[in-house]
């Protein structure tokens, strides 16, 4: 097979049925916080789409951080270690803070943002995934909102990248593995 063809995404999930549960995640994320104001983490870069139509939906007050992590680079697989790209720099203390990221793979980035975030004495701590893959968790971890549950497969599209690619797809994809 051609690099070409292995590196076209093959359709996951559909860009209909994405909308569909970000627009219930963010209804029940609403119910939940009612009265209450949100602190809400877009996890850079991955998240920005799916964080960007979430927040659109939620019928909250909320402020918005960004807080930027790598631990991939340009890899299929996380290197173990996550970098802080770009920090929070407002205070965090007595707040409700709720991290969204667009996927729980191994578990350390979240786990890794989870602590980092506690030390800041919020007053609530949530996660948000729309994307987990049980099999793939490295770490005991519980995530209070996912939007779906996949396999193993390396997912692309609606923020998520290959090799800083494929973020712009509507929908998410998988690549096949081996290249
Ligand atoms: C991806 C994704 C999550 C993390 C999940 O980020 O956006 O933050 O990996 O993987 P894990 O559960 O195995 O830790 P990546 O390091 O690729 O950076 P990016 O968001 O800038 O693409």
Redesign the pocket.
Known sequence: MSEEKKLTPKLLIPEVQLQKRVAELAREIATDYQGREVVAVC?????FIFFSDLIRQMDLPITCEFL??????NKMV?SGE?KV?LDINEPLEGKHVLIV????????????IMSALKARKPASLKSCALLL?PE???TEMDVDYIGFKIGSEFVVGY???FA?KF?ELPYIGYLEQGH
């Open positions: 996890v850079l870069k991955g998240s930027g992590v790598s631990s991939y680079g996380s996550v790209t990221e667009d996927i729980v793979d191994t578990g350390l980035t979240l786990f890794y893959k793939c968790l490295k923020g998520v990248d800083g973020r």
